[in-house]
């Protein structure tokens, strides 16, 4: 009997320990996507919540990223394609670089869309960001409709646009 005891105890310890090391689930489709505060580099002060109405593409990145670099063209594309619409593209440089680096980047890369700077990393932490580029598309009512890691070149922003498209 007291083997048993043990023999059990042992196993729940395994287990628990098991349990305690597990990777926590991916934030992805279907999933409420976190409502936290960007601070844009012009200045403003926005929520995710603020664009509630709206199809939100959150890109995240960074100046040092050779895939972001490829995808921001593309991006600016996207935008342009989309700014009469309800649809919204939002940058989030995920850099530990100045302000002003990030700006100076912007501008040579010619992106007319909406930087948020994550200095804190505080976004990239809500939104589990293990890789860049990220991108994450969010549907009117702030749900997440599709997470994209990478930058495919054939395929990115044609699943952008499919993904946007069949958005409620």
């Known amino acids: ?3 048993a ?3 059990v105890l042992i196993v729940l310890i ?12 991916q934030m992805g489709e279907g999933d409420a996507a976190p409502n936290v505060t960007l601070n844009l580099l012009n200045g403003e002060t926005r929520t ?17 990223c050779a895939p972001c670099r490829f995808t921001m063209p593309k991006m600016i594309q996207f935008h342009n ?4 619409q309800d649809v919204v593209v939002i940058g989030v440089a995920v850099d530990v670089t100045s302000r002003a680096e990030i700006e100076q980047f912007v501008t040579e ?3 007319n869309y909406p ?21 994450f598309i969010i549907d009117k009512e702030g749900h997440i409709l599709r997470r994209m890691e990478g930058y495919d070149p054939q395929n990115t922003i044609q699943t952008l646009e499919d993904t946007v498209k069949r958005a409620p």
């Not at 395994?14 to 689930?25: D, N």
């Not at 930087?115 to 991108?135: G, R």
């Open 1 to 3: 009997m007291r083997r």
């Open 81 to 84: 394609r989309h700014r009469d």
């Open 109 to 111: 890369m010619g992106v």
């Open 115 to 135: 930087i948020a700077v994550d200095s804190d990393a505080t976004a990239k932490s809500a939104y589990q960001i293990k890789s860049l580029t990220t991108l």
């Open 14 to 25: 395994v287990g628990l320990v098991i349990y305690a090391f597990q990777p926590p689930k």
């Open 48 to 64: 995710l919540a603020d664009y509630k109405g709206k199809v939100v593409v959150l890109d995240f990145w960074a100046t040092w």
């Open 5 to 7: 005891v043990i023999y």
